[in-house]
Every structure is written in C-alpha cells, then in structure tokens.
T-cell receptor, first 109, second 114 residues
Framework: GQNIDQPTEMTATEGAIVQINCTYQ??????LFWYQQHAGEAPTFLSY??LDGLEEKGRFSSFLSRSKGYSYLLLKELQMKDSASYLC??????????WGAGTKLIIKP | DGGITQSPKYLFRKEGQNVTLSCEQN?????MYWYRQDPGQGLRLIYY???????QKGDIAEGYSVSREKKESFPLTVTSAQKNPTAFYLC?????????????FGPGTRLTVL
C-alpha cells in the first residue's frame, strides 16, 4: 500500500529552528510537496523536491533523499505566524498526490 | 485577482438530502480536484478532472458526483448515498495534471450533516 508518515504534533520556541520529517512508501515517485495549512484554511504551497538534496527558500528549506524515502522541512527563525499544520504529499506513478496526515506545529513565545 | 472560490464556507444539511458544493477558478487551469479532509487524516481525493467534459474517480468517490461542463467550474454533489458526509471539502486546481505543477486550493467548505 501507499503510506506517508509524519509526526502528529511538534512544539518549538519562537526564534528557534525546527525540522519536520516525512517518510514515504508509494507506487512510483514523481516528486514531493510541502504545504502549510492554518487552522480552517486552505493549504498553501511551500516547496517541491524531485531530485535529492536541499532546496532553500528564505526561512524554509526542504530536503529529499529518494533512496531512503525521506524528506524534511526545516523552518528557521520561527515566528508565531508559523504555527500551522505542515502537510507532506508525494506524487505517485499516476501523478496523484498521496497526502500525509500533517504535522501540527505549535510555536511558544 | 486570480484564484479559486468555493461557496458556501459553511453548509448544514439534513441527513438524506443531496447537496452541491461550488468550485470556480479563474486561473485558466486545465486540471481540477476535489478532496475531503477529516481530523487526523491526510487529504483524500474524491474526483479529479484533467480537461473539460472529462473526470475520473479518486480513492473515495462512492456517494459523490461531479461535472465539468466549463473549464472554470467543477461542482461536487454529495449524495444521500455518502455514509459519513460531514467533513471539510477542499477544491484545488493546477495548470495541468503533471507532477511538477503545484495545486492551488480554494478556502474550503465545511459541510455538517445533521
């Protein structure tokens, strides 16, 4: 079967760094997406990785290792507005997105 | 401003009634999608459409129906056959259905069946 695993919840302190992990087992791989979703709102796109390595975009970076079926999202200089759920999604062999349940990130002052 | 609109934001229906959720986009995207989001679960694909007048079932299509008569519009009907319809419904679109095209989401409709 197809499976995406992420931690359910994480807590971090304002100004700190946090790493959210995602492991996946899917039928085929055509890239991995990270989305941010504030409570009750629509998910918004953060990053896309299809090749191994680190992609940096401002305070957010995303890493992919296809051989390990593993990705992480790194958030630096955390701000209170970063409190949200972070969704990992893999595009499978049919270009369908398979979604993880999301990681709820709580930022404390 | 380009984007995706869904209406209404909150919807209440009695058990046994069909209900249609609206989704409109003015991004000129070919592909559109309907997802269902339940607490503690990932988004699950209900239906998707890659082009006008064509659509395919997703993982949980039973009890739902769609149409794609116009490029801009992809309404979802939740029928009385859907066993547990109370959920947060998200519509999304992408330029095309290929992998590297990010999906843009509407604000969602929270459906409660009483």
């Amino acid at each position: 079967g197809q499976n995406i695993d992420q931690p359910t919840e994480m807590t971090a302190t304002e100004g700190a760094i946090v790493q959210i992990n995602c492991t996946y087992q899917t039928s085929g791989f055509n890239g991995l997406f990270w989305y941010q979703q504030h409570a009750g709102e629509a998910p918004t796109f953060l990053s896309y990785n299809v090749l191994d390595g680190l992609e940096e975009k401002g305070r957010f970076s995303s890493f992919l290792s296809r051989s390990k079926g593993y990705s992480y999202l790194l958030l630096k200089e955390l701000q209170m507005k970063d409190s949200a759920s972070y969704l990992c999604a893999v595009s499978d062999s049919n270009y369908q997105l398979i979604w993880g349940a999301g990681t709820k990130l709580i930022i404390k002052p | 401003d380009g984007g995706i609109t869904q209406s209404p934001k909150y919807l209440f229906r009695k058990e046994g009634q069909n209900v249609t959720l609206s989704c409109e986009q003015n991004l000129n995207h070919d592909a559109m999608y309907w997802y269902r989001q339940d607490p503690g679960q990932g988004l699950r694909l209900i239906y998707y459409s890659q082009i006008v007048n064509d659509f395919q079932k997703g993982d949980i299509a039973e009890g739902y129906s769609v149409s794609r008569e116009k490029k801009e519009s992809f309404p979802l009907t939740v029928t009385s056959a859907q066993k547990n319809p109370t959920a947060f419904y998200l519509c999304a679109s992408s330029i095309r259905a290929e992998a590297y095209n990010e999906q843009f989401f509407g604000p969602g409709t929270r459906l409660t069946v009483l």
